[in-house]
């Protein structure tokens, strides 16, 4: 039995909001994202604040210029994303929700990213299969039983140096549950297998507390 410690702690969103208040910044685009995700009616599943900050962070550390993301949602990551590249870079990004991806473009547009990012609409696996690499920087972020999957087309359109991140992979501790009958722990789980047994990958999971409760990400570097 995982003991669920995250339900019980006020404290972690108190510390996100102090995180907040001195190092992120007021940010009328991403707020805006924001308000236009609750208004189209999204689920309230973006990264948080500070893990969106983070993945920009991420992106600037691995000099990205091609970044891919599965999983658009509203865009709140992707604009975090988008922010790192340099002025000829780009991003794709995938969605399988025509609502989202249509509140999302409208967002990425508002935040300036209207002509460097791409949101292609439908299943991530169709839309990966029609992709050409390389991509410099991957976060992985759409339905949890694909992952292994998504990691596999990550690496062929990978180059060495590439980063791949993948959120949610921790759930508050579900990712120990072995009998579970949840597609998406089991495909977490297999996930963490494939990722440890692949060669070209160097990785390792942090596991993050705040506004999404306990939860983490697996970060890779190809080999
Ligand atoms: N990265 C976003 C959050 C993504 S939420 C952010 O942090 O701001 C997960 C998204 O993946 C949802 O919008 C969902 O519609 C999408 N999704 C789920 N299954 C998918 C699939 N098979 N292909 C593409 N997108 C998918
Ligand atoms: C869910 C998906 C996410 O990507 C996330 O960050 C949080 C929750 C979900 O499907 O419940
Ligand atoms: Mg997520």
Known sequence: MVERVGEQNPG????????ADRLLGE????????????EGGLPDIDVSPAQGRMLHLFARMAGARRILEVGTLGGYSTIELARALPADGDLVTLEI???????ARANIAAAGFGE???VITGPALDSL?????PFDFVFIDADKQNNPAYV??????????????????IREGGVLDAGSGDERILGTR?????VGGEPRLTATAVQTVGVKKWDGFLIAVVD
């Not at 929700?97 to 509140?103: I, K, L």
């Not at 596999?152 to 992979?169: F, W, Y």
């Open 12 to 19: 972690w969103s108190a510390v996100d909001a102090y995180i």
């Open 27 to 38: 940010d009328a685009a991403l707020a805006g994202a924001l308000r236009a995700n609750a």
């Open 97 to 103: 929700d025509p609502h989202h991806a249509e509140v």
């Open 116 to 118: 460097s990012v791409t």
């Open 129 to 133: 299969a029609a992709l050409d690499g």
């Open 152 to 169: 596999e087309h990550a690496l062929r359109l990978s180059r060495p140096g590439t980063t791949i991140v993948v959120d949610n992979v």
């Open 190 to 194: 297999k996930l963490f297998d494939q």
